[in-house]
């Protein structure tokens, strides 16, 4: 009897010693993590990369722990509440609608980038109070730095435009990329991944309020400082331009300022001399 070949995008069962015969989908090695794949060493003989439904597992297999899913019959013990485990019925359904684990993992994506922007929001708050106490032993000498969006209102307008959000998804990507990471942490094969973020900020037509308020002047410096060895992309030069190019745009905001405060200071002095 001759045994059946699998393509990627098959499901199949598959059995992993101590486990039932377990749904699974059969992958080309091409869509798989590398730090995955490394696990599946060399074989002599036919070995299939396979995800496994329910528990996200990826599994590699002989020929001989690997059989057809007949869905019908699937169907079938399924209604017939064959699937021990509420786990294998999970994974069962999964098999059956794909899009049932597609919605979780959205779902889950969704939840994921929520709680990361609360604990952006939280770290921005911080950093605020940071700034405010940077500035109160300083207001003797000086008025603290004009805010240029005006009241809370505007800037929370200003934080919906179509403009700010891209800019703030941007900083998100290069962030969760390099930010914080340790010496060595980020993999070479991330580095086209952080060149291709580091283009969209090039291509992005920046102004002090977006540079101020989505804070992503903060992650390209620490992207400039990281040592990324031998890198084809120049992430480090690319990232110290763009550090270049924007003092243009905050030393005219301050320039302005003292200019106002100048000023303000020689209207008050030449009224006290009219008095």
């Given amino acids: 009897m001759s045994t059946k070949e699998y393509i990627p995008g098959d499901t199949v069962f598959a ?3 101590g486990y039932p015969w377990w749904p699974a989908r059969v992958e080309n090695d091409k869509d798989i993590p590398a730090k995955i794949l490394k696990q599946k060493g060399k074989s002599k003989g036919l ?11 990826y599994g590699f297999f002989g020929p001989d722990c690997v059989r057809p899913f007949d869905r019908a019959t699937v169907e079938r013990d399924l209604k017939a509440k064959k699937f021990k485990t509420k786990d294998l019925e999970t994974a069962i359904h999964q098999a059956l ?3 049932i684990l597609k919605a979780e993992e959205e779902a889950e994506a969704a939840a994921a980038e929520e709680e990361e922007e609360e604990e952006d929001n939280e770290e921005e708050e911080e950093e605020e109070e940071e700034e405010e106490e ?4 300083k207001r003797k000498e000086q008025e603290p730095a ?29 962030q969760k990329l390099v930010y914080e990471k340790k010496p060595g942490e980020i993999q070479t094969d991330d580095f086209v991944k952080i060149s291709q973020v580091v283009k969209e900020i090039e291509d992005s037509n920046m102004t002090f309020d977006l540079l101020r308020y989505t804070k992503i002047g903060k992650v390209v410096k620490f992207a400039c400082s990281y040592d990324y060895g031998e890198d084809e992309y120049k992430i480090n030069q690319r990232c110290q331009q763009l550090m ?14 003292r200019a106002g405060n100048n000023n303000n200071s020689a209207e008050q002095t030449e009224h006290q001399q009219q008095s």
């Fill in 97 to 99: 609608d794909p899009s």
């Fill in 146 to 174: 004009t805010v240029t969006m005006g009241n809370q209102m505007e800037l929370d307008l200003f934080k919906k435009t179509p403009e700010y959000k891209r800019i703030y998804h941007i900083r998100h990507k290069l």
């Fill in 47 to 57: 070995l299939y990369t396979v995800f496994f439904y329910g528990s996200r597992d």
């Fill in 15 to 17: 059995k992993l010693k």
């Fill in 244 to 257: 270049r190019n924007w003092k243009s745009l905050i030393i005219p905001e301050t320039t302005i300022h």
């Fill in 134 to 137: 940077d500035m109160k032993p």
